[in-house]
């Protein structure tokens, strides 16, 4: 059977950049941003994607492309069977293990835009957000019924094939993200004291930068990227030869750090707008499912025509942003099984969604009726989390770094981002150094304090 390409370039770039633009563009980023200098950590944050990001991603491209194969299979053939193909094979198992535990949060923004959509959120006290939250968390049905509608949409995507569902998608889906931010973020931009928000976000205070910024940017390029996840390099592989994959990489992070920057733009003017101190809003689920639906609803009118649109198209945001980056971690594990056991591409999308759901009916539950199952003191969801997270992350991204650097052969690399020498590489020698010395000391960095062996900073 014929291996199908992406059918533009436009549409390979768009695919790649949804499978970068995730929940943590508009959870993690402002706030780091906020709490860590405002411009200043942005600064930071582009070098890292510059030195860190870029030489990864593009190293992924090339394995992707020059094999035209499933991450597992990229990496045994690029390595002819050295021990180096257990990269590959962690990358999958990596994109398949997160989204185990991915798929959760997005059914919670679905959940979000329903009760958005229909004004739940009027006349509910402040103190209440978080009561609203954790009850619909721990309900043993709620939670699922939206997993599984979320799971069916991706599966619906994946089965229809790279063309017709992956590439489709994407030129639907991220126009209608970009669009989206920048509406919300004219809106919130134009509340009275967003000038304060864009100043907390946008004024660089060095004052505030340390180790602790400079590691947190360093895992945030990192992450915001989706590098090691097998995501990148499956994509890849449906490039075809002509796609430039240096200015494919540079297009891509430049549009995931556009979409968190904007993300900002959309929370902290809201947020000054009431009144409310930006340390105190929270992170993560605190933030996106407790904190903001308070905020809109106090900055733009209790209950109001424009807080139900605001807070509707924001919940809707998230679910495009989720939808597009489950659908890459989807792939990668519906690639290898499909290649590597010679399935159809319906069955094995198949086996690979009857797997996640039930882990992620386990991760959904953990919340709830499951809350007491718990190892490593951590439920089923954190555990997942804090796995991915902290060790097979930083873990493969290192090895994939060492790899593209120390073992891969310089020419063919050197051939594979030139085109065939069609296009010019003046940075190759950056690129090769930053592979070699950079990427692996600064994500060891990461890696040995996320893990606590080694404690640069104090937490």
Avoid at 151 to 166: A, D, E, L, N, Q
Avoid at 191 to 196: E, F, Q
Avoid at 316 to 327: E, G, K, N, P, R
Wanted: net charge neutral; proline share 4%.
């Amino acid at each position: 059977m014929e291996r199908e390409n992406f059918g533009s370039k436009i549409g390979a770039v768009l695919a790649a950049a949804g499978s970068a633009v995730g929940l943590g563009n508009v959870w993690r980023f402002p706030i780091e941003t906020g709490q860590n200098g405002g411009a200043a950590f942005i600064i930071i944050y582009v070098l890292c994607i510059i030195l860190l990001g870029l030489p990864i991603m593009i190293s992924e491209f090339l394995i992707g492309r020059h094999t035209h194969a499933n991450t597992a299979g990229a990496f045994r053939i690029i390595s002819n069977g050295s021990p180096w193909k257990w990269v590959g094979r962690m990358g999958v198992f990596t994109g398949w293990f997160i989204l185990c535990y991915y798929v959760v949060v997005g059914a919670w923004t679905m959940h979000y835009t329903f009760l958005s959509a229909i004004n739940a959120f009027y006349d509910v006290p402040a103190k209440q957000y978080e009561d609203v939250f954790n009850n619909f968390v721990s309900n043993p049905w709620l939670p699922t019924f939206w997993l599984f509608l979320f799971i069916g949409v991706i599966h619906y995507v994946i089965t229809r094939g790279v063309r017709s569902g992956i590439e489709k998608s994407a030129k639907l889906m991220m126009p209608t993200l970009f669009i989206i931010t920048i509406f919300l973020a004219v809106c919130s931009v134009s509340l009275p004291g967003a000038s304060l928000g864009i100043e907390f976000l946008l004024k660089p205070d060095w004052s505030k930068v340390n180790s602790t910024t400079i590691l947190d940017a360093m895992g945030q390029a990192f992450y915001s990227l989706s590098l090691a996840m097998g995501c990148l390099c499956t994509y890849a592989s449906y490039f075809d030869k002509k796609t430039p994959l240096a200015k494919s990489a540079v297009n891509v992070a430049f549009i995931d750090t556009l979409i968190a920057i904007m993300a900002g733009f959309i929370i902290f003017p809201s947020v000054f707008n009431i009144g409310m101190n930006p340390n105190e809003v929270g992170v993560g689920a605190g933030l996106t499912f407790v904190s903001l639906p308070n905020v809109f609803q106090q900055a733009l009118g209790n209950g109001s025509f424009l807080a139900v649109i605001f807070s509707s198209l924001f919940y809707f945001l998230l679910f495009v942003a989720a939808l597009t980056s489950a659908i890459s971690l989807h792939e990668v594990a519906t690639a290898y099984v499909t290649e590597e056991f010679k399935m159809s591409r319906r069955n094995g999308a198949t086996l690979v969604t009857v797997s996640i759901l039930v882990l992620g009916t386990l991760c959904s539950l953990s919340f709830g009726p499951l809350s007491d199952v718990k190892l490593f003191d951590r439920n089923i969801f954190s555990l997942f989390d804090d796995l991915s997270g902290r060790v097979l992350l930083p873990l493969g991204g290192m090895l994939i770094s060492i790899f593209a650097g120390w073992v891969l052969d310089r020419q063919l690399y050197r051939e594979e981002i030139s085109n065939g020498g069609d296009l010019r590489t003046p940075y190759f020698k950056v690129l090769i150094f930053a592979l070699r010395y950079i990427a692996p000391l600064a994500i060891g960095l990461v890696f040995l304090d996320q893990i606590g062996v080694f404690n640069l900073i104090p937490h």
